[in-house]
């Protein structure tokens, strides 16, 4: 795979490797995960399903974490970790001792997790387009997703659903090259990785729908197809169902969530949503909180490229120990400005590729993965959205989404390559890359707050 690559883009890759290593190791030292999105409650459920371990697991109730709807998976090193440090560490307070601790490791877990990812869906490309050099466009365009460095540097489950994803692709295009020959351990394997999928967070089960949808779809290896699909789900109903019965017997449904449908459903409150108003006097100027209110695509895709919830810049937050506070507004403006064009292109080739499928099984999913996606968490946010500030927003939640667009349309793009045109956006994309380079690492000083 390496050695097809041309001696210009052997040393390109090399760049785009150190330049993606030394965000990873930046963020580990400069960003800690207590400062994440609902950190506190993320905690909490540490914290509570550690507590009888290793004799029993406690799946927390909404009394002890506002995340009690989140599956288990995503705590279960975080928590193993809990438990060795109480059990060597000499403190007063132990809870609070250690969460810096498992904090730290579950972040540099997940960095590991996601390099593994990274590799896995190169992997699977190469499998897919049966290419023997390296994809170079996809390595780019997933570095510039500013959103991937905020989501594993916090304990999240989307974290683990980008690793869990990777192994869903890249077995599922295994078995299709196959032509759905499969035997027991395809099942087992495939539906494990379901599992782990189901137990890492809910968002998940919009890819589920979209295996399903595929059916009606697809025209060839139909039967097999359904027989393999629905046997693998099977196993994962098997391995993931016990912690949703468990959100059935206490909260009455098998999706419990820590608020209600907002109520205030109304076509002036549709309109907010979707609307633009106002949104040029910031979006490429001063793209952060509160300046879209409730808009979901500005929003959207401000926390997609930049950081509108100021949670790695810390702007409207910890402004005592900020750099850069009166800057970085403008900065993100400008690096919203310049992420028009890889947007564009993301789309471009995204749509290009889906074009071409032939009634191809692995695109079919890949496409409806991303479009109900992105409609079932539209609905989600427009549902369960309160207040004026939009906070239900953020990108990271969709991150299965943004990523299987890129995979995606790094497949038409890599068909470019050997002309001018690759070259030219290669490089264009890559002077982007470097501008867009601070948005990228956190800007909290060094161990804060610990």
């Given at each position: 795979?390496?050695?097809?690559?041309?001696?210009?883009?052997?040393f390109?890759l090399?760049?785009?490797?150190?330049?993606f290593?030394?965000?990873?190791?930046?963020?580990?030292?400069?960003?800690d995960p207590?400062l994440?999105y609902?950190?506190?409650?993320?905690?909490?459920?540490?914290?509570?399903?550690s507590?009888?371990?290793?004799?029993?697991?406690?799946?927390?109730?909404?009394?002890?974490?506002r995340?009690?709807?989140?599956p288990?998976?995503?705590?279960?090193?975080?928590?193993?970790?809990?438990?060795?440090?109480?059990?060597?560490?000499?403190?007063?307070?132990?809870?609070?001792?250690?969460?810096p601790?498992?904090?730290?490791a579950s972040?540099i877990f997940?960095?590991?997790?996601y390099?593994?990812?990274?590799?896995?869906?190169i992997?699977t490309?190469?499998k897919?387009?049966k290419?023997?050099?390296f994809?170079?466009?996809?390595?780019?365009?997933?570095m510039?997703?500013?959103?991937?460095y905020?989501?594993?540097?916090?304990?999240?489950?989307e974290?683990?659903?980008l690793?869990?994803?990777?192994?869903?692709?890249y077995?599922f295009?295994?078995?299709?090259?196959?032509?759905f020959?499969?035997?027991y351990?395809?099942?087992?394997?495939?539906?494990?990785?379901i599992?782990?999928?189901?137990?890492?967070?809910?968002w998940?089960?919009?890819?589920?729908l979209?295996f399903f949808?595929?059916?009606?779809?697809?025209?060839k290896?139909?039967?097999e197809?359904?027989?393999?699909v629905?046997?693998?789900?099977?196993?994962?109903?098997?391995?993931?169902?016990?912690?949703y019965f468990?959100?059935?017997?206490?909260y009455?449904?098998?999706?419990?969530?820590?608020?209600?449908?907002?109520?205030?459903?109304?076509?002036?409150?549709?309109?907010e949503?979707?609307?633009?108003?106002?949104?040029?006097?910031?979006?490429?100027?001063?793209?952060?909180?509160?300046?879209?209110?409730?808009k979901?695509?500005?929003?959207?895709?401000?926390d997609?490229?930049?950081?509108?919830w100021g949670?790695?810049?810390f702007?409207?937050?910890?402004?005592?120990?900020?750099?850069?506070?009166?800057?970085?507004?403008?900065?993100l403006?400008?690096?919203n400005?310049?992420?028009?064009?890889?947007?564009?292109?993301?789309?471009?080739?995204?749509?290009?590729t889906m074009?071409?499928?032939?009634?191809?099984?692995?695109l079919?999913l890949?496409?409806?993965s991303?479009?109900?996606?992105?409609?079932?968490?539209?609905l989600?946010?427009f549902?369960?959205?309160?207040?004026?500030?939009g906070?239900?927003?953020?990108?990271?939640y969709?991150?299965q989404?943004?990523?299987?667009?890129?995979?995606?349309?790094?497949?038409?793009?890599e068909?470019?390559?050997?002309?001018?045109?690759?070259?030219?956006?290669?490089?264009?994309?890559?002077?982007?890359f470097?501008?867009?380079?601070?948005?990228?690492l956190s800007?909290?000083?060094?161990?804060?707050?610990?």
């Amino acid at each position: 795979m390496f050695k097809k690559l041309k001696t210009p883009y052997k040393f390109f890759l090399i760049i785009l490797v150190c330049f993606f290593l030394f965000i990873l190791i930046y963020n580990i030292f400069h960003y800690d995960p207590i400062l994440g999105y609902d950190a506190e409650a993320h905690y909490a459920y540490v914290d509570a399903f550690s507590r009888y371990m290793p004799r029993a697991i406690h799946i927390p109730t909404e009394i002890e974490s506002r995340e009690f709807f989140s599956p288990p998976l995503t705590y279960i090193f975080p928590s193993f970790i809990q438990v060795i440090c109480r059990n060597l560490a000499d403190s007063n307070n132990l809870l609070e001792y250690c969460k810096p601790v498992y904090g730290k490791a579950s972040q540099i877990f997940q960095n590991i997790l996601y390099l593994i990812s990274v590799f896995i869906n190169i992997l699977t490309l190469k499998k897919l387009t049966k290419k023997n050099s390296f994809n170079i466009s996809f390595l780019l365009m997933l570095m510039m997703l500013a959103v991937n460095y905020r989501t594993i540097s916090m304990i999240r489950g989307e974290a683990y659903i980008l690793f869990f994803l990777s192994l869903l692709i890249y077995k599922f295009v295994s078995v299709e090259i196959k032509k759905f020959n499969y035997n027991y351990k395809d099942v087992l394997g495939f539906g494990f990785i379901i599992g782990c999928l189901a137990l890492s967070r809910q968002w998940v089960f919009f890819i589920f729908l979209a295996f399903f949808v595929t059916y009606f779809k697809t025209k060839k290896y139909k039967k097999e197809y359904s027989k393999f699909v629905f046997s693998s789900f099977f196993v994962g109903f098997i391995f993931s169902g016990w912690f949703y019965f468990i959100n059935l017997f206490r909260y009455g449904t098998f999706t419990a969530f820590n608020s209600e449908m907002n109520k205030n459903l109304t076509l002036g409150r549709l309109y907010e949503f979707i609307s633009f108003d106002n949104v040029i006097n910031y979006i490429f100027t001063k793209p952060i909180r509160p300046h879209f209110e409730n808009k979901f695509l500005p929003i959207f895709y401000s926390d997609t490229w930049g950081d509108y919830w100021g949670y790695f810049s810390f702007t409207s937050r910890f402004l005592d120990v900020g750099r850069n506070q009166l800057e970085i507004g403008s900065y993100l403006g400008v690096v919203n400005l310049l992420s028009v064009f890889t947007t564009s292109i993301i789309f471009y080739f995204y749509f290009k590729t889906m074009r071409r499928n032939e009634n191809n099984i692995i695109l079919y999913l890949l496409n409806y993965s991303v479009i109900i996606s992105f409609v079932g968490y539209f609905l989600f946010v427009f549902l369960f959205q309160h207040g004026t500030q939009g906070d239900v927003t953020k990108a990271t939640y969709l991150v299965q989404m943004i990523n299987i667009m890129v995979f995606s349309a790094s497949i038409s793009f890599e068909n470019m390559k050997k002309t001018k045109t690759y070259n030219l956006l290669i490089i264009t994309l890559f002077f982007i890359f470097l501008y867009n380079f601070q948005s990228y690492l956190s800007h909290f000083p060094i161990n804060y707050p610990n």
